[in-house]
Nanobody, 128 residues
Framework: QVQLVESGGGLVQAGGSLRLSCAAS????????MGWFRQAPGKEREFVAT?????????YYANAVRGRFTISRDNTQNTVYLQMNSLKPEDTAVYYC????????????????????WGQGTQVTVSS
């Protein structure tokens, strides 16, 4: 079965950096769109970033993180990364990776309902 396992979360001061990883198994990784979402206490899970499959590498970001976060993937390691720089207290949340089969010629989705598989999440806490 498909498994997604996130790691790399932790406590960091505002302005600092973290790199999250999500290791995938049970799927042909290169054929999947990989996304990152986050959920803060009392809020709905929201889109952060996504990267397309089929070696297109096209990436999209939420306005709140564009220019500070970078999503990337290593298809040889079945892993997707989220490099987070210039972190702010409002970035504090549980971060989840998600996967869905890529569709040729279609941009990767940003709605959480479009994703089929989810990891268990990793906590990121940014102190002021």
């Amino acid at each position: 079965q498909v498994q997604l396992v996130e790691s790399g979360g932790g406590l960091v001061q505002a302005g600092g950096s973290l790199r999250l990883s999500c290791a995938a198994s049970g799927l042909i990784f290169s054929r999947y769109v990989m996304g990152w979402f986050r959920q803060a206490p009392g809020k709905e899970r929201e889109f952060v970033a996504t990267i397309n499959g089929w070696n297109t590498g096209s990436a999209y970001y939420a306005n709140a993180v564009r220019g500070r976060f970078t999503i990337s993937r290593d298809n040889t390691q079945n892993t997707v990364y989220l490099q987070m720089n210039s972190l702010k207290p409002e970035d504090t949340a549980v971060y989840y990776c998600a996967a869905r089969l890529a569709r040729l010629g279609v941009s990767p989705p940003r709605a959480r309902d479009e994703y089929d598989y989810w990891g268990q999440g990793t906590q990121v806490t940014v102190s002021s």
